[in-house]
């Protein structure tokens, strides 16, 4: 085909996919009631456990909003309640763990601990994160990993924490201009 | 013109009409015919597939096309935006991992069997194929790598030409004799971490060191002015699908093109299970494939082009046992391996998040490594390929240690100032790495699976550590910190790339050691042709895509011309 020809053909292409980009959306912010959601894979008061423990690891601080803000717990259960019986066992004897661990140390479930009571458990879990040896230990990354995941993906850690801005569609993409980046 | 827009919508605009279903459905209620009959069948989609598709079609030939896979819809099958959280429930209960709906959720990953240093296969089974999760890097082989070719650069620079005005390459003029420059729209940025990369790189360059950093090149537009797809929006989800259909692929160019010319049929959800020859051997006379409901249908063709994949082209080659005299079906086979090189930069921990998005992640390319002179440990050579930015929704640096506030910090920090360095290298070709027929396993056809064997030998080993070096070298000349880098290198620590596999059905002017000729035509078939990156006949670092298409439109010039000829019979 001549080329004269294709730009005639692909001319008309371009409409379309231009009429197509007006329309689709980016970014859409989640009309979601996490506030109204039922747990579905951990109980009640795990589920509440969940949530403290999520927002020790990423807290509310000066610089944003944290886990519980950002509906981690949400997150959390959902992807749990389709995870493979593997991955729902690890979390259901990890949870086992901290509350023996309470039980032990403070005579009481995790729930229902103080919030001094509560990250001290956290400092535990956390102590041996590189070399995790006992139940507890081993739990902490798991649970850390799914956490930052969910915060990450979450629409406060995305824009408030993290202050992205990209997920977009821009006529133009500017990059690095910084004359002091240039290489001389 | 009016006409033609309404034409092309037809075609092109899927949300709306699906017309590729439509006229598969077309064919489907036709299949009761006892034979169909064409001039030339194509089998896969891919980058390859779709250009000879588009190649044979205009050149006047009734073509069929063969995909086991079906159309998919830009931005509706696949779509890398959305929220997370609003979509989590409904994409976990289909199955599917990750909350956003890709292009990958067509992968197949167990078409295979993993044999040695864990390889991988990545099929891709939907129209266009891998065209669809591509990155686009377009990057030329140059003269010096097709020293090791039976054909010169020269011979096919003229495809390479044809190839990038098709495809929209955007890219910028670094005059580098062994990846020559090409027909380029604008290029697009480095982002700061990238910068100090190349700041590093030129400060070793002044010392005597020989390396060149520059952006990418990407089958993307760039220009508005240029009309045959929507210019790119930097919304950087080119691997998950282009949800609007600006990145080239097979599905959203040549397919369409081809099927304007009316002299395509397409065959989607329609698998090859058979070769027909005559009774000597020499000649295709048709395929039979399997439609999605079980049904084996017959189709007769004067030619028959393969572009099934490197690992799959061989695998149907040898489950016919045709073409294959030479004994080298599934041998010579090569890919890209590597390991990655983590930089951090003080100096950008508190800049902004600025949108760094892009084209997609790598936009930035160390290469002219070891060209004019081999290293002294090692053949061949390998690139890198180089990426920067705070993408929350993957982010690079996620294994930070701690928890609370300063964890929140640091995984802030870390991304806004990191660079990814990935090495590509060209993995040696060895005895041990090759593809041949699962003796168990067997696809839902009764078909043998492909096996892949991979070793990593000792050049692979030293090529991988003289990257970690090299890489470490730069990071500290450019006033950067190394995050992350393997500690030692063995077989262990190197990654293979699962989809830039070539070399299975080489290209050769002797019939003994060499499967196809140096048009991608069978030495011992006549009138079977190849048009994937199988024919490779050596590995240089650069991404393998712009030169299949480039020889796949090469090879498909021959065939016609041959047909035009009469030669087919």
Known sequence: MERRELFKVLGATLVAAREGAAQHDHGTSAVLDIEGYKPRFFSDSQYRAIDAVAEIIIPTDSQSPGAHSAGVRFYIDTVLHYADPETQMKWKSGLIAVDEWTRARFGKAFVDCSADEKDQVVATMAGKEKDPSTELERFFPTLKQMTVEAYSLSDVGMTQHFGYRGNTAIAEFRGCTHPEHQSS | ?569
């Open chain 2, 1 to 569: 013109m009016l006409l033609v827009i309404a034409e092309l919508n037809e075609c092109l605009d899927k949300s709306e009409t699906e017309s590729f279903a439509l006229v598969h459905n077309k064919r489907k209620s036709q299949k009761r015919m006892p034979k169909q009959v064409f001039d030339i069948c194509v089998v896969g989609s891919g980058p390859g597939g779709g250009i000879a598709t588009y190649v044979l079609a205009n050149a006047g030939f009734k073509v069929a096309l063969v995909e086991s896979g079906r159309s998919l819809r830009a931005g509706v099958d696949y779509n890398g935006h959305g929220s997370a959280y609003a979509q989590l429930e409904q994409r976990l209960k289909a199955g599917h991992k990750s909350p956003f709906p890709s292009v990958l959720d067509f992968s197949e990953r167990n078409h295979f069997t993993a044999v040695g240093d864990r390889p991988g296969h990545g099929l891709l089974k939907a129209l266009g194929g891998r065209s669809l999760c591509w990155a686009g890097h377009s990057l030329r082989f140059g003269p010096g790598d097709f020293k090791r070719w039976p054909i010169s650069y020269e011979e096919v620079a003229p495809y390479y030409d044809r190839a990038e005005r098709l495809m929209g390459v955007y890219g910028s003029r670094d005059g580098l004799w062994n990846m020559p420059d090409g027909v380029f729209q604008k290029t697009v940025r480095m982002r700061c971490p990238e910068m100090l990369l190349k700041r590093g790189v030129e400060r070793l360059k002044a010392k005597g060191r020989v390396m060149e950093f520059v952006t990418q090149r990407k089958a993307i537009p760039t220009d508005p002015a240029w009309k045959r797809r929507a210019t790119c929006h930097y919304c950087g989800q080119c691997m998950n699908g282009c949800d609007i259909d600006s990145k080239y692929t097979s599905a959203n160019t040549p397919i369409p093109l081809a099927m304007r010319t009316g002299n395509l049929s397409l065959f989607t959800e329609s698998t090859m299970t058979r070769i027909v020859l005559d009774n000597v051997n020499r000649r295709v006379r048709g395929i039979e494939y399997v439609t999605s409901s079980g049904q084996t249908v017959s189709l007769q063709c004067k030619a028959l082009v393969l572009a099934c994949s490197t690992v799959e082209t061989a695998r149907h080659l040898l489950i016919n046992n045709i073409a294959n005299s030479s004994g080298q079906v599934g041998k010579n086979l090569t890919s890209h391996f590597g390991t990655d090189v983590v930089a951090i930069f003080p100096e950008l921990r508190s800049r902004d998040a600025s949108n760094d998005d892009g084209t997609d992640y790598f936009h930035s390319l160390l290469t002219g490594l070891h060209w004019d002179k081999p290293h002294r440990d090692f053949d061949m050579t390998y690139q890198v390929q180089c990426g920067a930015g705070l993408n929350p929704k993957s982010l690079a640096i996620r294994d930070v240690p701690g928890y609370g506030s300063q964890l929140k910090r640091d995984l802030r920090d870390l991304n806004v100032c990191h660079a990814v360095m990935d090495m590509q290298g060209s993995l040696a070709p060895s005895p041990r790495t090759y593809v041949d027929l699962d003796p168990e396993r067997k696809d839902r056809h009764g078909l043998p699976l492909p096996r892949v064997h991979l070793k990593y030998g000792p050049n692979d080993i030293a090529m991988a550590r003289d990257m970690v070096e090299t890489c470490v070298e730069i990071i500290e000349a450019a006033k950067g910190e190394v995050y992350s880098r393997p500690r030692e290198i063995t077989a262990d620590t190197l990654g293979i790339d699962y989809n830039h596999w070539v070399g299975t059905l080489r290209m050769g002017t002797d019939s003994k050691h060499s499967v196809v000729n140096t048009v991608g035509q069978s030495h011992d078939v006549t009138n079977l042709y190849v048009g994937d990156s199988s024919v490779f006949a050596a590995y240089p670092e650069k991404n393998p895509t712009l030169t299949n298409i480039a020889l796949s439109w090469r090879m498909s010039k021959s065939l016609a011309e041959r047909a035009k000829k009469g030669e087919l019979g």
